[in-house]
Structures are given as C-alpha cells and as structure tokens.
C-alpha cells in the first residue's frame, strides 16, 4: 500500500503562483511513477502532469506547459506541482497519484493510488 497526502492547495488571484505537495508513505515510493490530475464537475478527471519514478521524465497537459513543473524527492519521498501564471480555468481539486505502471500515464485508470485531493481556487 502507498499513502498519499496532498497539500498546498488554496485562494489565490489570477496571475498568482501556489505549490502543491504530495507526501507519500508506505511501500517504496521511488518505484512508482507519479502523476497529478484535477477534477471539476464540469469537465470531470483531467490529466495535468507525470513524472517517472526516477524524476528523469516530465510530461504535462498542453494548457499547463510553460506555467506548471513537476517534480519529485525521492529522499523526502514527495512529489511537487510548482503552478505559476494561473487561470480561472486551473481551478479544480488537484490529485495527485502513484502508477507502478510506466505507459499512458496521462490515464488515471493506470494509477493504482490516490490522494485525497486537494482544492485550488483562481480568482479573477
């Protein structure tokens, strides 16, 4: 079993900057790939970013490229979603995920561990 427990979340303006944080606990996290998704009840589970469990890989969704990175330590055994320039439209809970598959991680169905979620609001 892997735990994970997101923070960081909040308020904040459009333009401003928030940074989420994902601590995991339980069996090895430097094996699983981890990812980041968001939800809103208009558009559902969205696919934001991932990382391969070696840190070496990042992919992120069209909309965030340029404003969001991603990143992980493994000594700290916490992966991190750095959001700058935000919109209205990033507003969502944010997920964030453990795959110990390493294909189509822009799939939640590939992701065996979830957090709780934690919610980011953008004002306007």
């Known amino acids: 079993q892997v735990q994970l427990v997101e923070s960081g979340g909040g308020l904040v303006q459009a333009g401003g900057s928030l940074s989420l944080s994902c601590a995991a606990s339980?069996?090895?996290?430097?094996?699983?790939?981890m990812g980041w998704f968001r939800q809103t009840p208009e558009k559902g589970r969205e696919f934001v970013a991932t990382?391969?469990?070696?840190?070496?890989?990042?992919y992120y969704v069209d909309s965030v490229k340029g404003r969001f990175t991603i990143s992980r330590d493994i000594a700290k055994n916490t992966v991190y979603l750095q959001m700058n320039s935000l919109k209205t439209e990033d507003t969502a809970v944010y997920y964030c995920?453990?795959?110990?598959?390493?294909?189509?991680?822009?799939?939640?169905?590939?992701?065996?561990?979830w957090g709780q979620g934690t919610q980011v609001t953008v004002s306007s």
């Open positions: 995920a453990a795959a110990s598959r390493k294909w189509n991680l822009n799939d939640p169905n590939q992701y065996n561990y």
């Open positions: 339980g069996r090895t996290f430097s094996s699983y790939a």
């Open positions: 990382i391969s469990w070696s840190g070496g890989n990042t």
